[in-house]
């Protein structure tokens, strides 16, 4: 596959730090904008299609300095639905690599986000309904850390034993070489919202009382397993990144306190930028939200672990997201739902901000910055 395209000169005139360069390795994004990983369900078999040219394509027309694909399979049985997209086998490289390209052309990038669901796989499309899919609607036999259900609507999770704790981890691995092959500009490991590595570093998920449960370090140590092998299999200048939960907001639950030791151990291991979210573990959840309601936890990250971190959490505005860098909260910012609403955002902040962008020609006559 292609090799990004070279950065295009900043303007000297520049001043808002959302448009700000950020070097990570030897990864240079043009801005500080990224595309948060978003579940399309919208594969068959795994595949990227049409859809997901057209979908993630649109974010690079529109500027963004990074955009991660929605969460990719490290195997069928670690899909949340059966229209996951997947990187479970070879042939998934090819529709990806298509994509990858169109990204580099529009001088993007983009990076892909490796996950398991856990005991929260085999369920419905948000659209068609709730809960589990049956064994003969097309469902599979989930897994877990233990034989506990996320709750009475999702399935009985098969507890996982050391072969399949290890299946788990070689998978992840394999997924990181296809990345690779289907020239991808970064990696991210999904361990947090309550999937499988998050299913065992929290105590209210993981009752285990062997290796893999029970203490702090061993509730962590799947997720360390994971890291290490899936930073061994991606290219030494090329940068990877973990989403985590920072905390569960439920009693006895995983805690910000555990969220920095962790990202400390995990910048020892090479991990190069946390992506701090919370939540999707517990449906006892309490959580507070509201605008940038999960900054402090990035921002104390950032601080206590000394490593860059990735801010998320209904970020709406050019404004909120210039305030985020600016204010050291976070170094890149994420965006969801915006984007899906306006996915030229990064022209509309350039507007907003006062700074002047590259735009593609073809759009130049319609839009001025």
Not at 235 to 247: I, Q
Request: glycine content about 10%; hydrophobic content about 40%; charged content about 20%.
């Amino acid at each position: 596959m292609t090799q990004p395209a070279s950065s295009t000169l900043q303007d000297p005139a520049r001043s808002a730090a959302l448009f700000t360069e950020l070097r990570l390795r030897q990864l240079k994004l043009k801005n500080r904008i990224v595309v948060s990983p978003m579940c399309m369900y919208s594969s068959k078999n795994g595949f990227a299609g049409d859809f997901h040219l057209a979908h993630l394509g649109s974010f690079a027309l529109g500027g963004a300095g990074l955009i991660f694909t929605e969460a990719a399979a490290v195997s069928p049985e670690g899909r949340i639905t059966p229209d996951d997209l997947g990187l479970w086998n070879d042939e998934h490289i090819q529709g990806l690599g298509h994509i990858t390209d169109f990204v580099h052309a529009q001088n993007s990038r983009i990076g892909v986000q490796l996950a398991h669901a856990g005991r929260k796989a085999s369920t419905w499309l948000p659209w068609r309904g709730q809960g589990a899919v049956s064994d003969i609607e097309g469902g599979w036999q989930v897994v877990g850390p233990d034989t506990q259900p996320f709750s009475d609507r999702y399935a009985t999770p098969q507890a996982l034993d050391l072969d399949g704790i290890r299946k788990v981890v070689t998978d992840f691995q394999a997924a990181t070489r296809r990345a690779m092959m289907a020239g991808f500009d970064t990696v991210e490991v999904h361990a947090a919202h309550g999937y499988l590595l998050h299913q065992f570093m929290s105590p209210l998920s993981n009752s285990r009382t062997d290796d893999y449960g029970g203490s702090f370090d061993n509730r962590i140590r799947l997720t360390m397993e994971v890291a290490r092998a899936v930073r061994s299999a991606f290219p030494d200048h090329l940068p990877v990144f973990v989403r985590v939960s920072a905390t569960d907001w439920a009693e006895g639950g995983w805690s910000l306190d555990e969220t920095v030791e962790l990202s400390k151990r995990l910048r020892a291991e090479g991990i190069d930028v946390m992506d701090v979210s919370s939540g999707g573990l517990t449906p006892l959840q309490k959580i507070e939200v509201g605008p940038g309601y999960q900054l402090p936890f990035a921002q104390r990250i950032r601080q206590e672990a000394d490593m860059p971190v990735m801010g998320v959490g209904l970020i709406t505005t050019p404004q909120q997201a210039e305030d985020v860098v600016a204010g050291d909260q976070a170094d890149l910012v994420a965006i969801a739902r915006e984007f899906l609403r306006d996915p030229r955002f990064p022209q509309r902040a350039a507007r907003e901000l006062g700074v002047k962008i590259e735009v593609p020609s073809q759009y130049g006559r319609a839009i001025s910055v």
